[in-house]
């Protein structure tokens, strides 16, 4: 059964480093997804992409962060100058095309600013 | 913020039904009922949605009022790996960004 994939699993990282969290969403998929979850509190959504341009983003998603489909497989998520707060695990997602689709997730990139 | 409103958590014996109700009272005509769950930690995991009937697959049945104001999620035989917080979302539009509550924590026993 396909599935969304995401590296690292775990990340470190010292405040104000750079991040990119890689996700590989199913192969035939045309909607893309970044949401998070601080530990303890509820999955929240970032930024939804489609047709290689953000289609929504939350207002968590400042210039802070950014989103590229850069080879057409890979969806990453770059997080520059991290924060204390940037804590969390962050999850990818996607959909087929065509309306009211679900979304399927990936297990996940924990990232741990130090 | 979240559209639904869902108990905070439950208990269900194993091997027993488990019904998780939700609360949408302002559901538009164009919005489907979805139902995600996630297991400590992992990736939220699809597992139905409805628009006005009823619908049933190989992992729940979900149960939605004729006004639709309202809908339980059906667990016909629970297991202990069923534990889990499951989440009631309301969305429109293809596409759409999922706007997660805090779910219902459902704790399947032995």
């Excluded at chain 1, 399927?104 to 990232?111: D, Q, S, V, Y």
């Amino acid at each position: 059964e396909p599935e969304v994939t995401q590296t690292p699993s775990h990340q470190v990282t010292q405040m104000g480093q750079e991040v990119i969290l890689r996700c590989v969403p199913i192969s035939n998929h045309l909607y893309f997804y970044w949401y998070r979850q601080i530990l303890g509190q509820k999955v929240e959504f970032l930024v939804s992409f489609y047709n290689n341009e953000i289609s929504e983003k939350s207002e968590i998603f400042d210039d802070q962060f950014s989103v590229e489909r850069p080879d057409g497989s890979n969806f990453t998520l770059k997080i520059r100058s991290t924060k204390l707060e940037d804590s969390a695990m962050y999850f990818c997602a996607s959909s087929e095309p065509g309306g009211y689709n679900e979304q399927f997730f990936g297990p996940g990139t924990r990232l741990t600013v130090l | 913020d979240a559209k639904t409103t869902q108990p905070t958590s439950m208990d269900c014996a194993e091997g027993r039904a488990a019904n998780l109700p939700c609360n949408h009272s302002t559901i538009s005509g164009n919005e489907y009922v979805y139902w995600y769950r996630q297991i400590h930690s992992q990736g939220p995991q699809y597992i139905i949605h409805g628009l006005k009937n009823n619908e049933t697959n190989e992992m729940a049945s979900l149960i939605i009022t004729e006004d639709r104001k309202s809908s339980t999620l059906i667990l016909p035989h629970a297991t202990l790996r069923d534990t889990a917080v499951y989440y009631c979302i309301v969305q429109s539009n293809q596409g759409g960004k999922l706007i997660f509550g805090q779910g219902t924590e459902l704790s399947v026993k032995p």
